[in-house]
């Protein structure tokens, strides 16, 4: 005798209860991707709109001394924050650009500036993109004239014995050719 399965309520619960676990660990899930825009607002305003903006600048333009490619206003690392609080209180007690820049720079080295000054430091660091074009370019004006001179020996370069060669295929190519289109005159030849 075969029992078939019947539905109770209990699959049917668990059914409702796995669907209930489903959007509950989706929403879970949402809730955890959206913690790191909440860690970037900052909300300490400074005293005018025009400190603001040379606020926004700067910190988009120095480098985290803990993070490998971005800048305090990106890094969320607790250096970066320290920084940003540095220079927001700079800004507040009247420091230039300038000023700040060399605070920076005398706390933590070059390291945190993305354009470092023209110095002897650091002309390998600004020709270096500019060498490696010009050996780039070179390299192509070197292949592509390797490759055309070797095109032109190829086209010139037979021996006697291969042109005495390729004159005899000419030539039984050409009586071939003349039999196939006057096949009488080869006939009485």
Known sequence: MIVEPQRNASVYFLRGRFVTLKKATLLLLLSVLCLPVWGVIEVDRLSSPALSER???LVAEYRCPKCQNQNLAESNSPISIDLRTEIRRLLEEGASDAQISD??????????LYRPKVKNSTYLLWLAPAVLLLLGLLVIVFIVRRQKRAVNTSKTALSSTEQAALQALLGTAEK??????????????
């Open 176 to 189: 071939q050719n003349d039999k196939t289109v006057n096949p009488n005159e080869a006939e009485s030849k």
């Open 55 to 57: 606020y926004q600048y």
């Open 103 to 112: 605070y920076l720079v005398a706390r933590y080295g070059e390291f945190v």
